[in-house]
T-cell receptor, first 111, second 108 residues
Framework: DTGVSQDPRHKITKRGQNVTFRCDPI?????LYWYRQTLGQGPEFLTY????????KSRLLSDRFSAERPKGSFSTLEIQRTEQGDSAMYLC?????????FGQGTRLTVV | LAKTTQPISMDSYEGQEVNITCSHN???????ITWYQQFPSQGPRFIIQ???TKVTNEVASLFIPADRKSSTLSLPRVSLSDTAVYYC?????????FGTGTSLTVIP
């Protein structure tokens, strides 16, 4: 499978715990995006990388959220001190104009 | 970023042509119009992109009038498997900002 891969697919965590998600993009894509999606809403942009450089961050990305893309390959999204409002689907996409190819997402449930 | 407005939901019978219109009155000169499809529990999937006039691929057609303030996604002869949410995005080619989309239900 040469698509965008996300791990884990599902994560249940207790409020206050830290979680980290991983995204492996399509290998030749230098752009990588993170989105968050809640039920009934469209995906909300969080942040975007060009290679290893984080070029844009949404105001939705509070201080508790951090994303990295070391060496311009895979990316991680960490959420510290999770809150119930963080429960959502976290989607990763990698891009080659004019398309962004999305992974199947990581569904986070904070209890 | 140009704001987009789409119908919240649409129903269509199987085999019919479906047209979903997106309004984007504040579209900028450099903005492209891109449509994505999303099935439940999956990430969005690219359908089509255009800048002006008409674009057609094996899945859909995209009609853009001269003023570019709206666009229409046309799905020919829909089937049950086309039931999904369709998003209209407006922006430069490296920007992907989604609205709430149009939930299309295809009825047998």
């Amino acid at each position: 499978d040469t698509g965008v891969s996300q791990d884990p697919r599902h994560k249940i965590t207790k409020r206050g715990q830290n979680v980290t998600f991983r995204c492996d993009p399509i290998s030749e894509h230098n752009r990588l995006y993170w989105y968050r999606q809640t039920l009934g809403q469209g995906p909300e942009f969080l942040t975007y990388f060009q290679n290893e450089a984080q070029l844009e961050k949404s105001r939705l990305l509070s201080d508790r959220f951090s994303a990295e893309r070391p060496k311009g390959s895979f990316s991680t999204l960490e959420i510290q001190r999770t809150e119930q409002g963080d429960s959502a689907m976290y989607l990763c996409a990698s891009g080659r104009q004019p398309e962004a190819f999305f992974g199947q997402g990581t569904r986070l449930t904070v209890v | 970023l140009a704001k987009t407005t789409q119908p919240i939901s649409m129903d269509s019978y199987e085999g019919q042509e479906v047209n979903i219109t997106c309004s984007h009155n504040n579209i900028a000169t450099n903005d492209y119009i891109t449509w994505y499809q999303q099935f439940p529990s999956q990430g969005p999937r690219f359908i089509i992109q255009g800048y002006k006039t008409k674009v057609t691929n094996e899945v859909a057609s995209l009609f853009i009038p001269a003023d570019r303030k709206s666009s229409t996604l046309s799905l020919p002869r829909v089937s049950l498997s086309d039931t999904a949410v369709y998003y209209c995005l407006v922006g430069e080619t490296d920007q992907f900002y989604f609205g709430t989309g149009t939930s299309l239900t295809v009825i047998p």
